[in-house]
C-alpha cells in the first residue's frame, strides 16, 4: 500500500504561485507513475503533470508554466506553478500507480486533495 499526501494549495490572485507537495509513505517498490491531477466543479478529473517511466509530460494548458519535480530521497512529488490563471482553480491531487501511463483511471492511489483558487 501506498499513502500519499498533499499540501501547499491555497488562494492567490492570477499571475501569482504556489508550489504543492506530495509526500508518499509505504510501500514505493513499482511505482512507475507519479503525478499532479485536478478536478474542476463539474468538469472530470484531468492530467496536470506526470512522470512516467522516466517521461515528463504536461498537459498543454500548463506548459511552460508549471514544473513537476521527484525527491526520491525524500519520497516526496512537487508541483511549481507560475503565472496561475483563474481556470487553474480546482482540486488538485496526487496520484501514483504501477503502470506505465497518461491515463489517471490507470492509477492505484490517491491523495485527498487540496483546492487551488486562482482569483482574477
Known amino acids: 500500500q501506498l499513502q500519499l499526501v498533499e499540501s501547499g494549495g491555497g488562494l492567490v490572485q492570477a499571475g501569482g504561485s504556489l508550489r504543492l507537495s506530495c509526500a508518499a509513505s509505504g510501500n514505493t517498490f513499482g511505482i512507475n507513475t507519479m503525478g499532479w491531477y485536478r478536478q474542476a466543479p463539474g468538469k472530470q478529473r484531468e492530467s496536470v503533470a506526470i512522470?512516467?517511466?522516466?517521461?515528463?509530460m504536461y498537459a498543454d494548458s500548463v506548459k511552460g508554466r508549471f514544473t513537476i519535480s521527484r525527491d526520491n530521497a525524500k519520497n516526496t512529488v512537487s508541483l511549481q506553478m507560475n503565472s496561475l490563471k483563474p481556470e487553474d482553480t480546482a482540486v488538485y491531487y496526487c496520484?501514483?500507480?504501477?503502470?506505465?501511463?497518461?491515463?489517471?483511471?490507470?492509477?492505484?492511489?490517491w491523495g485527498q486533495g487540496t483546492q487551488v483558487t486562482v482569483s482574477s
Open positions: 496520484g501514483a500507480g504501477g503502470s506505465r501511463t497518461t491515463d489517471w483511471r490507470r492509477l492505484d492511489f
Open positions: 512522470l512516467s517511466g522516466g517521461i515528463t
